[in-house]
């Protein structure tokens, strides 16, 4: 089982629709977690860490659920400009940050 | 605001081939990284540093070598280049290694045919 595990996707969504992706994490050990994400023949960029008690940015929301070992992101109201792969990272602490394979997203007008 | 600056963007190798990918960041970070990318697949830690003169293998470091003489600069180097060696690299930086941003190079997309 992989440490990091993500639907592949592809999600296709219209305009102003709410999708939300999900990761699961094998290591009960981890600590810290965080979704990236990045565009086509691009780097990585942060978009939000995850905490227990959940955080949001704007249209972005993201949650972490120890019990189960999962984390989520949720889009609300989505923009043409939110077509990307979004990468699970977790972290065990020292230097072990374990990326996911990435969620693809493509939001259609 | 240059960041992390990968050079070269791309390059084609021959098998057998040897090469060194520069990285370079102007953060002032401790933790430097290598990350390999195949397509469709997440990104998998090749080598790691916690500071000049310091350097440890992650998941992947075979075929690769490090060093890190300079807080600034940490080159990957690839000797007998190999098909499988065929992806893109990013080179990232962060000022501690847990609960704090990563920020990544371009990218090098490196062919070994």
């Known amino acids: 089982r992989k440490e990091v595990e993500q639907d592949p996707g592809p999600f296709n969504v219209p305009e102003g629709a709410t999708v939300a992706f999900n990761c699961t994490y094998s290591?009960?050990?981890?600590?810290?977690f965080f979704w990236y994400r990045q565009d086509c023949r691009k780097e990585p960029k942060l978009l939000m860490s995850?905490?227990?008690s959940g955080n949001e940015d704007g249209r972005f929301t993201a949650q972490l659920n120890r019990a189960s070992q999962y984390i989520s992101l949720l889009i609300r109201d989505s923009k043409l400009s939110d077509s990307a792969t979004y990468l699970c990272?977790?972290?065990?602490?020292?230097?072990?940050?374990?990326f996911g394979a990435g969620t693809r997203l493509f939001v259609k007008a | 605001n240059a960041g992390v600056t990968q050079t070269p963007k791309f390059r084609i190798l021959k098998i057998g081939q040897s090469m060194t990918l520069q990285c370079t960041q102007d953060m002032n970070h401790n933790y430097m990284y290598w990350y390999r990318q195949d397509p469709g697949m997440g990104l998998k830690l090749i080598y790691y540093?916690?500071?000049?003169?310091?350097?440890d293998k992650g998941e992947v470091p075979n075929g690769y070598n490090v060093s890190r003489s300079t807080t600034e600069d940490f080159p990957l180097r690839l000797e007998l280049a190999a098909p499988s060696q065929t992806s893109v690299y990013f080179c990232?930086?962060?000022?501690?290694?847990?609960?704090?941003?990563?920020?990544f190079g371009q990218g090098t997309r490196l062919t070994v045919v």
């Open positions: 995850v905490y227990s």
């Open positions: 990272v977790g972290n065990t602490g020292g230097f072990k940050t374990i």
């Open positions: 290591n009960s050990a981890s600590q810290s």
């Open positions: 540093s916690v500071g000049a003169g310091i350097t």
């Open positions: 990232a930086s962060s000022y501690l290694t847990r609960d704090t941003e990563a920020f």
